[in-house]
């Protein structure tokens, strides 16, 4: 079975960077759809990144789209998605979701923008 860990995240000033990694194991990692959603506090889940393995596509939502960036190490099973320009309404916690039905998740990272 799937298994997707988390890490990175944490508390970073307005315009900071950060990058968080979901490291993937129990499936072949050479063919996957693999989402980065968000739940900010008291707020329903938004999506916010999607990397389509097989046809080398991403999308990302309008509202960080030119500041983040999916990328892969397929060498380490690992999604990253670096955040740059961070603003404090990407204050969330994050999850990276495997499968087009989100079959899997991982355990969650906080990431917190405030001065």
């Known amino acids: 079975e799937a298994q997707l860990v988390q890490s990175g995240g944490g508390l970073v000033q307005p315009g900071g960077s950060l990058r968080l990694s979901c490291a993937a194991s129990?499936?072949?990692?050479?063919?996957?759809?693999m989402t980065w959603v968000r739940q900010a506090p008291g707020k329903g889940l938004e999506w916010v990144s999607t990397?389509?393995?097989?046809?080398?596509?991403?999308d990302y939502a309008d509202s960080v789209k030119g500041r983040f960036t999916i990328s892969t190490d397929n060498a380490k099973n690992t999604v990253y998605l670096q955040m740059n320009s961070l603003k404090s309404e990407d204050t969330a916690r994050y999850f990276c979701?495997?499968?087009?039905?989100?079959?899997?998740w991982g355990q969650g990272t906080q990431v917190t923008v405030s001065s």
């Open positions: 979701v495997l499968g087009d039905e989100y079959d899997y």
């Open positions: 990397i389509y393995s097989y046809i080398s596509n991403i």
């Open positions: 129990g499936f072949t990692f050479d063919d996957y759809v």
